[in-house]
């Protein structure tokens, strides 16, 4: 049996950025859609040493290696492919499965291997239906939107028969089970036991995991009549709607090249600008964006434009998804296209050239937003700006850089036409309270999503109420900056305020100072098992996480100075190299 689970694996390497590790051990310049450098196997004066961030591997020209992040750190670092998986997973904070886990995750990982077949086989066989004489509505419904052939092709529209067993009958015929089936989603049984067609005579979309794996469907109605419109598949063990983006596998490559990704919301918002030349479109298939799904777009770019549906609904969406991203840390732009039109129908009527342009005219999301707040509403009255200043306050409280939150009080106050030191003050009135407010509404909601702490603040935690003398001696070896932006920052930083403290009044004292939600998280956690690690294996790797964070703000801005231009920056990119290299050799010695 292998070693570990097969998903560990994909998932760690879908979540590592092969350029991220590369670039921690070899300086690398961006050449097109690869980057380049001298190759860390072989001597060489020119470099010949790439790397394909897009297909996740690397290759050298002059010496021939090449392979995947796996292979990188066991060449580099001179390990057997076991310990680069762990060095991986200790770097990007991910549990390594135990034997037992891994026994477990050896069944799903067979389960998810057939889930994928299953949507494999369905994919092609819907493609074939829609070629049928039975397929013809469908095929209608895909010239009356101006979708090409072309275009059908590279998306994979299909169509789903209306009879109630025919893909059943189909898969069952080529050994899929009956369970296995109901399982992935394309049957639905019912309360009288008997098992259908989930899809039946729809127009069917692929929806597909980034590496181009179908992984579920979505079924448009083709009749007034037929309800809902949309249809899609369930979650399964391969498909979690809030962590795929749609469209994302055939345009993540223009979005790299491009630098931004334009974000709409539907399936046929995506097909028109794709197909008419603007490649780096995806969708996040009519719902709200949730972070899951921002993390994954920012593997591939840091700017975004949304495009969303000009109606009240789209448009209070685009807020919200802004927010997000920015949250998420991203730069936004919103496009606003006429009243009556979205993407798909704009792009139809007038044309791929007319959307671009629409796109280059998209604003900066704040401005959009106060724009759209003072949209309506008669400044000119003591009432009217007295409600746009409430609505403002609520937004520029949520902008973090208090420079930032200082302009945009500027332009309240020239919108509203009241003093800047007045709009000023309100603002960092609203930013104190939203912050004093958030603290406790985050400790109660991190009591109910307790697994989102890393297992070592849990681990910590548990010690300090069950072996305070212990914990405060490993907290002594961190510092403040260790902790910064953990969950349990508070409780952790009150913890290290209490050294000096007798051992045996520590667990009382602590939590007199933490508020009512810490406190029922910290006791749900103290009132469980043991720690899975030592209290100085928990320092550890907080301090590796700390490192890690420090080392992606270098990144980032070596980045940002290779964007300005590599040879006027060069000085203080070599600063920064130094920096990131020293990083990783205290990452190093902590392993």
Not at 547 to 564: N, P, S
Request: net charge neutral; with cysteine; hydrophobic share 40%.
């Amino acid at each position: 049996m292998a070693l570990f689970p097969q998903s560990f694996i994909d998932d760690l390497k879908t979540q590592a950025d092969i350029l991220r590790i590369v670039q921690d051990r070899v300086p690398l310049r961006k050449s097109g859609v690869t980057w380049k450098g001298l190759c860390p196997f072989h001597s060489e004066k020119t470099p010949s040493f790439q790397v394909n961030p897009d297909k996740g591997f690397f290759y050298c020209f002059g010496c021939g290696v090449g392979g995947d992040v796996f292979k990188f750190i066991e060449l580099h670092d001179k390990v057997g492919f076991p310990d680069a998986v762990r060095s991986l997973a200790g770097r990007m904070g991910i549990p390594v499965p135990e034997p037992e886990e891994a026994r477990k995750d050896a069944a799903a990982d067979r389960e998810r291997e057939a889930l994928l077949k299953i949507h494999e086989v369905a994919a092609a066989w819907f493609r074939d239906q829609l070629a049928t004489p039975a397929g013809r509505a469908a095929r209608r419904t895909l010239e009356t939107r101006g979708v090409r052939p072309e275009s059908i092709e590279a998306i994979g529209y299909g169509y789903a028969p209306p009879g109630r067993d025919t893909l059943r009958r189909d898969l069952e015929q080529q050994g899929f089970a009956p369970e296995l089936l109901v399982r992935s989603g394309l049957l639905s049984k019912r309360d009288d036991g008997s098992v259908v067609d989930r899809f039946r005579d729809r127009l069917m979309v692929p929806i597909c995991r980034e590496n181009g794996a179908v992984i579920a469907f979505g079924g448009r109605a083709m009749r007034d009549d037929q309800q809902p419109k949309y249809l899609n598949s369930p979650e399964t063990a391969i498909y979690t709607k809030g962590r795929t983006l749609y469209g994302l596998h055939l345009s993540k490559e223009a979005i790299r090249r491009q630098g931004h990704a334009v974000l709409v919301e539907g399936y046929f918002d995506f097909a028109q600008p794709w197909q008419v030349g603007i490649q780096n479109v995806v969708a996040s298939s009519g719902t709200a964006l949730t972070p899951a799904q921002a993390r994954l777009l920012r593997r591939f770019t840091g700017k975004v434009v949304l495009s969303f549906d000009p109606d009240s609904a789209g448009q209070t969406a685009a807020a919200r998804t802004s927010e997000l991203l920015v949250a998420e840390g991203f730069h936004v732009n919103v496009a606003v296209l006429p009243g009556g039109e979205d993407p798909d129908t704009f792009v139809r009527r007038h044309g791929g050239q007319a959307y671009v342009q629409k796109l280059k005219e998209s604003r900066p999301y704040l401005e959009y937003l106060l724009d759209r707040e003072a949209a309506g509403r008669d400044l000119t009255q003591p009432e009217s700006r007295r409600e746009f200043l409430d609505a403002m306050l609520a937004l520029a409280a949520r902008i973090p850089d208090p420079a930032a939150r200082d302009l945009f009080a500027d332009r309240i106050a020239h919108k509203a036409r009241i003093t800047e030191e007045v709009v000023r003050a309100e603002i960092r009135r609203a930013a104190v309270e939203r912050r004093a407010s958030l603290k406790e509404a985050e400790a109660v909601r991190g009591l109910r999503l307790v697994g989102e702490l890393k297992p070592a603040e849990k681990d910590l935690i548990w010690t300090l109420l069950n072996r305070p003398e212990a914990a405060l001696g490993a907290l002594g070896e961190l510092d403040g900056t260790d902790l910064d932006g953990l969950a349990a920052e508070g409780i952790l930083q009150a913890a290290r305020s209490l050294a000096g403290f007798p051992a045996d009044t520590l667990p009382e004292s602590l939590l007199e100072r933490l508020s009512t939600g810490e406190v029922l998280l910290v006791r749900g956690i103290g009132a469980g098992s043991g720690p899975a690690a030592p209290p100085d294996d928990c320092v550890k790797a907080l301090k590796r996480l700390r490192y890690e964070r420090e080392r992606g703000d270098l990144q980032r801005e070596i980045d940002r100075l290779q964007e300005l231009g590599a040879a006027q920056h060069d000085a203080e990119i070599t600063a920064l190299w130094a920096r990131k290299k020293d990083l990783l050799t205290r990452i190093e010695s902590l392993n």
